[in-house]
């Protein structure tokens, strides 16, 4: 009961602000389109007479009219020939040409079915609602008038019929207007598992059949600790088939208040999607951002697009709701695809939003080249690569830096009659840096300014083979893998910048890469080795599980892999792979890396997720220690999320993240409720973030959404800061 009396309140009270939002909804006018001549109409009907004095026709037993697009069933039919009008009565069902179907008791229309009076009707939309009135007028097919009526999207109860709807509308008249497409209601007052809850003298909106139209959008409210008590109250503005604004009023109690705005745009080969804001606070700062995307394709094998992000402070978007993002990237690119051939150029720009970013520091990257070809093989299988990229970036503080790097390469795979496969790479890596204001080590000076030449040469051959069996239902599979590459040593001096090869993780997935750094400023150098060994297991039913675990041998040490990396001896960490899911109710995904001298776990990662029944989960687990030089802290992390289908209409989700490290804690905690039927959506969720940022403090959320289905929906959210 105390659940049903929540649900009661919050319904009546979103049923104020809807039918608020949906009074102000305008009626513009539309043309309607000529329509084409009809044909005469013809009847069906298991008896029929003629009454030649009265000129009255009459059927009965399954009587079908047909005229043009329209279709009138019953049980018998008067046709008065001589005033052209239909009397029905019995299981009567007019089939309208927009999709809508009319039921009565007693109908009388005339012939070509556009004009009539209808008793006890009861009528059901393209979209499943349905309407009820004592009484009815069709006028020219364009307009039904109902008195005394009723509209709802919902069910009537299976188990108890006479149970009150969960919503409905009632009204003294109600009218639907074809030709504007617009249902209004006058006198109206909403209905909640039959209490009533909200009256309106008037009331309309859009029919099914409109997708778009301009007026008010129903508003929320909310507060938060920094704004106040807050209002929502966007209005959208439909500016022609292809294109809409939304122009959203935020009001606050304790700031200047905000506006913000969204424009769309379809395109016949593009589209634009653009979000932005401005705000003033009580002491008349302003603040604003934009987040927005257009995407444009010139031909089949081009195009091109742009991403627009900015804010104009690091926490504004967080404290107005407007996003929680650490950064922020800007890009304008071209790009084109032919055949096997790619090539792309791009300029990007980035914004950094946490506290220790400066923006002197932050790279303009103008511009970024790629260019990648494959070549088709030859009779032996051979084929040749070709890979170009040239970047250069400046900084208004720090190092500017130009790249230009090549790398042809010659590939060719051989499988050998016993089913080892062996494939082999010969690439020649040319790259030339110039860089300004770089820092050098203490015993090379300060900075440096110039540039220098590298050539890479690099043969690298992979292996394996694979053994196979089957045994009763599965297929198991034992295949041992290596990796031989040779490559001088050295290729990674001083004079070159290193932009794009800082953030290095060795893990599983690039255990057999010749070189497992992220760009091109760094390479591996000297001869090495890769070797692995991977198992699976498949049943016929679809369940598998697969382990890899491998490890790499270099005859040098490389001094460009920092203490930590896992790399930095001869022979490397230990790295391996688990992968377990024998059904949709478990799927398991273990990633490692152990020390190969302590067998210390310097990495871990677990995921988990699965469906059982009415239940489903996640789960997350990350372990890594910072390593040496780079600017990623260490991370230790367990984030979940549980759901639950707890009846057929309610289902609830709890979800957190938190931080396992000596210092850390809770970071975020949800947890929400869902009800959910073919005519409402109730969704409420309770939720704290740790987050601490500047003036953005511990944050305590309450939010609840109430979508009345057809009608719109309502919600609200308040946040209080500790």
């Known amino acids: 009961m105390i659940l049903k009396r929540t649900l009661l309140a919050s319904l009546s009270a979103a049923a104020l602000l809807l039918g608020g939002a949906l009074a102000a909804v305008p009626a513009h006018a539309q043309q309607a389109a000529a329509t084409p001549a009809e044909q005469p109409a013809t009847f069906a009907a298991d008896e029929m007479t003629h009454d030649q004095e009265q000129s009255v026709v009459t059927a009965r037993g399954h009587v079908e009219v047909n005229h043009g697009e329209r279709t009138l069933l019953a049980d018998s039919i008067s046709y008065n020939q001589i005033t052209d009008t239909l009397r029905?009565?019995?299981?009567?069902?007019?089939?309208?040409?927009?999709?809508?179907?009319?039921?009565?008791?007693?109908?009388?229309?005339?012939?070509?079915?556009?004009?009539?009076?209808?008793?006890?009707?009861?009528?059901?939309?393209?979209?499943r609602s349905r309407f009820a009135a004592k009484q009815a007028t069709l006028?020219?097919?364009?307009?039904?008038?109902?008195?005394?009526?009723?509209?709802?999207?919902?069910?009537?109860?299976?188990?108890?019929?006479?149970?009150?709807?969960?919503?409905?509308?009632?009204?003294?008249?109600i009218v639907h207007d074809r030709t504007k497409k617009i249902i209004s209601y006058y006198d109206a007052w909403m209905e909640v598992l039959g209490v009533p809850v909200m009256y309106t003298p008037y009331l309309s909106y859009p029919d099914p059949t409109v997708k778009r139209k301009s007026g008010f959008l129903t508003p929320s409210w909310g507060g938060s600790s920094d704004l106040g008590f807050l209002v929502r109250a966007p209005y959208f503005y439909a500016l022609d088939d292809y294109s809409d604004v939304t122009v959203t009023?935020?009001?606050?109690?304790?700031?200047?208040?905000?506006?913000?705005?969204?424009?769309r745009e379809r395109f016949t080969k593009g589209e634009i999607n653009a979000a932005a804001s401005v705000a003033y606070d009580s002491n008349s700062r302003a603040y604003g951002h934009i987040k927005s995307e257009a995407r444009f394709d010139i031909n089949n094998s081009w195009r091109w697009g742009a991403d627009v992000n900015r804010s104009s402070s690091d926490t504004y978007m967080r404290r107005y709701g407007f996003g929680g993002e650490d950064s922020l990237t800007s890009r304008a690119f071209l790009e084109g695809f032919r055949g096997k051939n790619y090539t792309s150029v791009s300029t990007l720009a980035f914004q950094g939003l946490r506290a220790e970013d400066d923006s002197r520091t932050s790279p303009l990257v103008l511009p970024v080249v790629q260019f990648n070809h494959q070549g088709d093989p030859n009779k032996y299988g051979a084929y040749n690569t070709f890979d170009m990229n040239l970047t250069a970036l400046t900084r208004e503080q720090g190092t500017d830096a130009t790249r230009i790097s090549l790398r042809p390469s010659w590939n060719v795979s051989h499988i050998a009659p016993k089913g080892d496969i062996y494939k082999l790479r010969a690439t020649m890596g040319l790259d030339f840096f110039n860089a300004q204001k770089l820092p050098v080590p203490q015993n090379r000076g300060t900075t440096y300014n110039g540039s220098a030449l590298r050539i890479y040469p690099e043969l690298a051959l992979d292996w394996s083979w694979p053994f196979a069996r089957r045994t009763a239902s599965v297929t198991e599979t034992l295949e041992p893998i290596a990796q031989l590459v040779a490559s001088p040593y050295g290729g990674n001096s001083y004079?070159?910048?290193?932009?794009?090869?800082?953030?290095?993780?060795?893990?599983?997935?690039?255990?057999?890469?010749?070189?497992?750094?992220?760009?091109?400023?760094?390479?591996?150098?000297?001869?090495?080795?890769?070797?692995?060994?991977?198992?699976?297991?498949?049943?016929?039913?679809?369940?598998?599980?697969?382990?890899?675990?491998?490890?790499?041998?270099?005859?040098?040490?490389?001094?460009?892999?920092?203490?930590?990396?896992?790399?930095?001896?001869?022979?490397?960490?230990?790295?391996?792979?688990?992968k377990v899911s024998p059904g949709d109710y478990l799927n398991l995904l273990y990633r490692t890396r152990i020390g190969k001298d302590s067998l210390d776990f310097k990495r871990n990662e677990i995921g988990l997720n699965g469906t059982y029944s009415v239940v489903n989960y996640s789960a997350d687990y990350v372990f890594f220690d910072k390593q040496q030089g780079s600017e990623f802290d260490g991370r230790k992390e367990l984030s979940f999320t549980f759901g639950s289908e707890l009846t057929e209409f309610w289902r609830t989700k709890f979800s957190g993240v938190r931080d396992m490290s000596d210092n850390g804690g809770?970071?975020?905690?949800?947890?929400?409720?869902?009800?959910?039927?073919?005519?409402?959506?109730?969704?409420?969720?309770?939720?704290?973030?740790?987050?601490?940022?500047?003036e953005v403090r511990p944050t305590d959320a309450v939010m609840f959404r109430i979508v009345f289905k057809t009608l719109g929906e309502v919600r609200s959210d308040v946040t209080t800061s500790n």
Not at 140 to 165: F, G, H, I, W
């Open 88 to 127: 029905a009565d019995g299981n009567i069902a007019l089939h309208l040409p927009s999709g809508e179907i009319l039921f009565a008791d007693t109908m009388e229309i005339t012939g070509d079915l556009k004009n009539g009076v209808i008793s006890d009707l009861r009528a059901v939309m393209q979209d």
């Open 139 to 173: 006028v020219n097919d364009e307009t039904l008038t109902m008195d005394r009526a009723v509209y709802s999207p919902c069910e009537q109860c299976k188990t108890d019929p006479k149970r009150p709807l969960l919503w409905q509308l009632k009204a003294v008249k």
């Open 249 to 263: 009023p935020i009001v606050t109690s304790k700031e200047r208040g905000a506006l913000a705005g969204e424009y």
């Open 495 to 578: 004079k070159m910048a290193n932009e794009d090869s800082q953030d290095f993780d060795f893990n599983d997935t690039n255990l057999f890469s010749a070189n497992r750094f992220t760009g091109y400023d760094r390479v591996e150098s000297g001869p090495r080795a890769n070797y692995g060994l991977k198992w699976s297991v498949v049943g016929d039913g679809g369940g598998s599980t697969s382990v890899l675990f491998g490890q790499s041998y270099r005859l040098k040490t490389d001094s460009t892999f920092q203490a930590g990396s896992g790399l930095e001896d001869n022979f490397s960490d230990y790295v391996g792979r688990l």
């Open 666 to 694: 809770q970071r975020s905690m949800a947890l929400s409720f869902v009800y959910e039927d073919e005519c409402l959506t109730f969704d409420t969720t309770l939720g704290r973030t740790f987050y601490l940022d500047r």
